[in-house]
T-cell receptor, first 110, second 113 residues
Framework: TQLLEQSPQFLSIQEGENLTVYCNSS?????LQWYRQEPGEGPVLLVT?????EVKKLKRLTFQFGDARKDSSLHITAAQPGDTGLYLC??????????FGKGTMLLVSP | DTAVSQTPKYLVTQMGNDKSIKCEQN?????MYWYKQDSKKFLKIMFS???????INETVPNRFSPKSPDKAHLNLHINSLELGDSAVYFC????????????FGDGTRLSIL
């Protein structure tokens, strides 16, 4: 069974601070996705990273895929209250299934 | 236009009852899924269907029976509901390629009394 460990589980910060969320596994994934989920809604895809070492930017969000394709990070610069939500990493591995991490709940206060 | 829609949004029922959740997608995707999200927000795959055929059944009790009448629909029927079935159930769809994004419905919150 492929597992993805996310850290931290909870993060409460002030507007304007920077933060990093980590997603780690002992397994290799062919690609990794990051989703954000808001209360009462389903997860929405933010990005897919495919190549080891790949870095993708989405405005103030920077995503990195580890060289060995076993880990990933999400860095948010100058967090805003609108960034509040549950961030989920998910890896495509064998058996055509998407394995989700347990999520990081981010709260950004004004 | 809602891409993946599931009904009902809330379902409150008693232990032992049978209930169904419906899901429809208008994205033209080949693959549909059911996920269960527990109280700790952990999202776990239950079933995956590709072109109406079951691809994945992740050790789900056989009280759960998915049915796909066509490519755009994947319904979930649950027999003899138990307290531990309380959760939010999400339907999702994607193109067949594994790197494609999954599009989720807004979830069905199932509460067993």
């Amino acid at each position: 069974t492929q597992l993805l460990e996310q850290s931290p589980q909870f993060l409460s910060i002030q507007e304007g601070e920077n933060l990093t969320v980590y997603c780690n596994s002992s397994s290799v994934f062919s690609s990794l996705q990051w989703y954000r989920q808001e209360p009462g809604e389903g997860p929405v895809l933010l990005v897919t990273v495919v190549t080891g070492g790949e870095v993708k930017k989405l405005k103030r969000l920077t995503f990195q895929f580890g060289d060995a394709r076993k880990d990933s990070s999400l860095h948010i610069t100058a967090a805003q209250p609108g960034d509040t939500g549950l961030y989920l990493c998910a890896g495509w591995g064998g058996y055509s299934t998407l394995t989700f991490g347990k999520g990081t709940m981010l709260l950004v206060s004004p | 236009d809602t891409a993946v829609s599931q009904t009902p949004k809330y379902l409150v029922t008693q232990m032992g009852n049978d209930k169904s959740i419906k899901c429809e997608q208008n994205l033209g995707h080949d693959t549909m899924y059911w996920y269960k999200q527990d109280s700790k927000k952990f999202l776990k795959i239950m079933f995956s269907y590709n072109n109406k055929e079951l691809i994945i059944n992740e050790t789900v009790p056989n009280r759960f029976s998915p049915k796909s009448p066509d490519k755009a629909h994947l319904n979930l029927h649950i027999n003899s509901l138990e307290l531990g079935d309380s959760a939010v159930y999400f339907c999702a769809s994607s193109r067949q390629n594994s790197n494609q994004p999954q599009h989720f419905g807004d979830g069905t919150r199932l509460s067993i009394l």
